[in-house]
């Protein structure tokens, strides 16, 4: 993930993690269709590719991830606005500093909620 994000950069990378019970089991890196340092949008062709494959491995969307190469690890305007699944994890890979800072967020139209990120070995 982190290397995909310093592979797009100065663009930001997206993609979905994916896993069982809020437990990630796999990252698909996805295509920004936006090809921009500033937002990202996956295209509805990936998206369902991305999906069939879960399905197979009943595994469910835990998180969408993108990186900010340029700004600080907390959901931009665009990102609120266009946080389609408000029960589905933001993580934001943050480029800014040397050390890439990762965080997790919960988005809705009215908060934003910072979450734990637990990495279990
Ligand atoms: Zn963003």
Excluded: W
């Excluded at 921009?36 to 990936?46: E, F, G, T």
Aim: glycine share 2%; with cysteine; hydrophobic share 35%.
């Amino acid at each position: 993930m982190l290397d995909h994000a310093k592979r797009e950069s100065p663009l930001e990378c997206c993609g979905i993690l994916s896993g069982k019970e809020k437990i990630v089991q796999k990252a698909f890196e996805l295509k920004n269709s936006e090809e921009s340092p500033v937002q990202y949008s996956m295209s509805p062709r990936d998206q369902v590719k991305v999906f069939e494959e879960m399905e197979k491995e009943s595994m469910e969307m835990v998180a969408i991830y993108h990186s900010h190469p340029h700004t600080i690890p907390f959901p931009s305007e665009t990102d609120v606005k266009l946080a389609f699944y408000p029960d589905v994890s933001s993580v934001i890979i943050s480029l800014k500093e040397e050390d890439p800072v990762m965080k997790a967020f919960q988005i809705s139209k009215e908060a934003i909620y910072l979450e734990e990120i637990e990495v279990i070995p």
